[in-house]
């Protein structure tokens, strides 16, 4: 194959008549890919909850909702820190745009810690995924977005290395955007396990 | 790391206010489940909650009203989607599980 025969890499960079793509394209197959694996568990979610109502309204009082309000405010504060990451790279201020990434890495780090805590906490009260229907799924849920959030960390501190050794510019910062494309994705999803998990109750 | 000559004043008082905005409906929600309000217009309140939040993410953070027709498409179909089954089974719950039975 001849060079000529090689589409020209798209960076999804630039700005086009029918929208711009926040990262690259690769991500956004993931993040759709995402989105479809969650619409089943939460297809699931609704399903057992339209047999069960009264099993998801009691056993969901059972949870801590303080857990669940530490995790959402630690997603969202984590997704606001790597959006300002994104606005301050792209005004070209390479060192805020940093300390930024490293503050939303910080408090991302709560996350799994939060949920180590959640679960000694359920487990001091009884409550195991087989404690019944409305706790199977909240641990399919919650655990499955866990393992979301792990990729996403792990992204954080790969984008980091990058931006420590200059791999970014104003002109050209995909791989950061990518990067807090998923973490918002991945917070839009915990914002709607919240309410379903600890909010209905 | 040095500093960058072309550094402009980058625009944060959207997001610091759309920060603001999810956590005080984060608290909102709360309120609500705390409260005494049960029944059809709980979770009618509840899948509102759910949609603004989402859509202020999705609008501020992910910029998708800037992004290509497709990401914008499905990031408001996902975000709609739980709102909606939420009206649907507030609205429809036994006729919901009806459908949903094997």
């Not at chain 1, 201020?93 to 959640?118: D, F, H, T």
């Not at chain 2, 610091?16 to 489940?33: E, K, Y």
């Not at chain 2, 290509?68 to 006729?95: N, S, Y």
Request: hydrophobic letters at 55%.
């Amino acid at each position: 194959m001849t060079a000529a025969a090689i589409p020209a890499f798209d960076t999804g960079d630039k700005p086009a008549a029918r929208g711009r793509i926040p990262g690259n394209h690769g991500i956004w197959v993931g993040i759709t890919c995402e989105f479809v694996e969650f619409l089943l568990l939460f297809t699931v979610y609704f399903v057992a909850r339209a047999h069960f109502p009264d099993a998801f309204e009691s056993d969901a009082a059972r949870l801590s909702i303080v857990a669940g309000t530490v995790i959402t405010l630690l997603m969202v504060t984590s997704s606001f820190f790597i959006a300002c990451s994104v606005a301050t790279m792209r005004a070209g201020r390479r060192r805020a745009s940093i300390w930024w990434l490293v503050a939303g890495l910080v408090v991302a780090l709560g996350y799994p810690l939060a949920k180590y805590l959640e679960i000694q906490w359920n487990v001091a009260h009884g409550i195991n995924g087989a404690s019944g229907i409305f706790f199977t799924v909240y641990y399919y849920l919650t655990f499955t977005h866990l393992v979301h959030g792990f990729w996403g960390i792990l992204g954080m501190l790969w984008v980091l290395v990058r931006h420590l050794n200059n791999g970014y510019t104003a002109e050209n910062h995909s791989g950061l955007e990518a990067l807090a494309s998923y973490w918002h994705a991945t917070d839009i999803i915990w914002l709607i396990i919240f309410p379903l998990c600890y909010v209905l109750a | 790391m040095k500093a960058n000559d072309t550094a402009r004043p980058a625009a944060l008082t959207p997001l610091v206010l759309s920060w603001f905005a999810l956590v005080c409906l984060t608290f909102v929600g709360l309120g609500l489940s705390q409260g005494d309000m049960r029944g059809i217009w709980f979770q009618l309140l509840v899948a509102a909650l759910v949609w603004f939040k989402g859509w202020i993410v999705a609008r501020y953070f992910i910029e998708s009203h800037l992004a290509h027709p497709f990401i914008a498409t499905v990031v408001r179909v996902f975000v709609l989607c739980v709102p909606l089954a939420l009206v649907l089974t507030a609205l429809l719950g036994e006729r919901f599980a009806r459908l949903a039975t094997l």
